[in-house]
């Protein structure tokens, strides 16, 4: 069983929609980290969570510890938001448990 | 990705032969991490350290050596390259308890 599951796998829309990104894990964290890769590029974190929502431009995640659930949702989308997204949680030695991506094509 | 330099970006190797992939972070974390990323798998841990001086295996060490004899680099070495390290690797230097998490562009490596 994966500490982290992701949903969906693959997701393609067309662009302007709003789209939802779903992480469920199964440890106890004190965050939780959304991350970002481009097509044969680097890895970036978007947001670390601990609680509540975070936004940044057209990307917004939130957090429901009880429940263990995080979403990452991209409003408007636009093929420049085409990447590999990764949750990722902590665990001992400051190593993370990390999800196996969403792949993400937005269609202009 | 601010903070972190990883080299090279691309890398073609025969199979046998060795090579060193290159870490620095400017950051003053103590902890930094190796993974590899295959398609289907997600990332996963290669080898990490929790200071200079002191590193440890993580899920798939086989094949690679680290060493940390500064806070700043971590060194990955390929002893003698395999098909089954085609891979991409990425660096990662955590800090504040995981609260921090900075990567490395990437090296797409390619054992033929």
């Known amino acids: 069983k994966n500490e982290v599951e992701q949903s969906p796998q693959n997701l393609t829309a067309q662009e302007g929609e709003f789209i939802t990104i779903n992480c469920s894990y199964s440890?106890?964290?004190?965050?939780l980290h959304w991350l970002q890769q481009h097509p044969g590029g680097g890895i970036v974190s978007l947001f670390m969570?601990?609680?509540g929502k975070k936004k940044h431009g057209r990307l917004i995640a939130t957090i429901n510890i009880q429940e263990k659930h995080s979403s990452l949702h991209i409003t408007a989308s636009h093929p420049r938001d085409s990447a590999v997204y990764i949750c990722?949680?902590?665990?001992?030695?400051?190593?993370?448990?990390f999800g196996t991506g969403t792949s993400l094509t937005v269609i202009p | 990705n601010a903070g972190v330099t990883q080299t090279p970006k691309f890398q073609v190797l025969k199979t046998g032969q060795s090579m060193t992939l290159q870490c620095a972070q400017d950051?003053?974390?103590?902890?930094m991490s190796w993974y590899r990323q295959d398609p289907g798998m997600g990332l996963r841990l290669i080898h990490y350290?929790?200071?200079?001086?002191?590193?440890d295996q993580g899920e798939v060490p086989n094949g690679y050596n680290v060493s940390r004899s500064t806070t700043e680099d971590f060194p990955l070495r390929l002893l003698s390259a395999a098909p089954s390290q085609t891979s991409v690797y990425f660096c990662?230097?955590?800090?504040?308890?995981?609260?921090?998490?900075?990567f490395g562009q990437g090296t797409r490596l390619t054992v033929v």
């Open positions: 990722a949680v902590p665990r001992s030695g400051n190593q993370f448990y």
């Open positions: 440890v106890g964290i004190s965050a």
């Open positions: 969570l601990s609680s």
């Open positions: 950051m003053n974390h103590e902890y």
């Open positions: 350290s929790v200071g200079a001086g002191i590193t």
């Open positions: 990662a230097s955590i800090g504040g308890r995981g609260t921090e998490a900075f």
